[in-house]
């Protein structure tokens, strides 16, 4: 039973516009959430990250979005460049991330249109 | 400041075969985790070392074993390669956190 759920397996947007990517979770313990961004013959790339605590959080183009009565959270690009095209990897901890154990959804392909 | 760095790139097997996979964490991280990428699929938790020990372990069988060299590097080992274990295998490390940074990976096709 998948703990961590992207439901898009992809998404396209055009150059400029937003980007919005979403992420559901089952497991209330989690408590720590990070988004990766991975481009082919790559490793994971991390992009930024919110504790259960806050509810958003921002870094330059990329702001985070966390819902705890719903278990979603979510990811927006703005404004989305073409370089942007990657996957996108949603991944839970619990404990505030003192575990090692990260558990990622199966990602979601996002294509940026010139 | 290096990342990350794993070996080999590439690697392919037969079944039944042994495979030793190696990584060394970025610069100033003492944990390791590793994680392996089925096609199609998110990064599964595999283990965690710290301090030259398995400091947790995810859903894999004792096929799957690990080290910790006092230089923070790490292995990871699997014998009896079934073709399931074919995937990308993925390296991270990490200090005092819960960010892991992770290397490119080694893609490991057994045949």
């Known amino acids: 039973d998948q703990q961590v759920k992207q439901n898009s397996p992809s998404l396209s947007v055009q150059e400029g516009r937003i980007s919005i990517l979403n992420c559901d979770y089952t497991?209330?313990?989690?408590?720590?959430f990070l988004w990766y961004k991975k481009y082919p013959a790559e490793g994971p790339t991390f992009l930024i990250s919110?504790?259960?605590?806050?509810d958003k959080n921002e870094d330059g183009r990329f702001t985070v979005f966390l819902n705890k009565s719903a278990k979603h959270l979510s990811l927006h690009i703005v404004p989305s460049q073409p370089g942007d095209s990657a996957v996108y990897f949603c991944?839970?901890?619990?404990?505030?991330?003192?575990?090692?154990?990260?558990?990622f959804g199966k990602g979601t392909k996002l294509s940026v249109k010139p | 400041d290096a990342g990350v760095t794993q070996s080999p790139t590439h690697l392919i097997k037969t079944r039944g075969q042994q495979v030793t996979l190696r990584c060394s964490p970025k610069?100033?991280?003492?944990?390791v985790s590793w994680y392996q990428q089925a096609l199609g699929q998110g990064p599964q938790f595999i283990f965690q070392?710290?301090?030259?020990?398995?400091?947790q372990r995810g859903n894999f069988p004792d096929r799957f074993s690990g080290h910790q060299f006092p230089n923070y590097s790490s292995e990871l080992n699997v014998n009896a390669l079934l073709l399931g274990d074919s995937a990308l295998y993925l390296c991270?490390?990490?200090?005092?956190?819960?960010?892991?940074?992770f290397g490119p990976g080694t893609r490991l096709l057994v045949l």
């Open positions: 991270a490390s990490s200090s005092f956190g819960v960010t892991q940074y």
């Open positions: 497991n209330s313990m989690f408590d720590y």
């Open positions: 919110i504790s259960s605590i806050k």
């Open positions: 991944a839970a901890s619990e404990d505030g991330g003192s575990q090692g154990n990260l558990i």
């Open positions: 610069s100033g991280h003492d944990t």
């Open positions: 070392y710290y301090e030259e020990e398995e400091r």
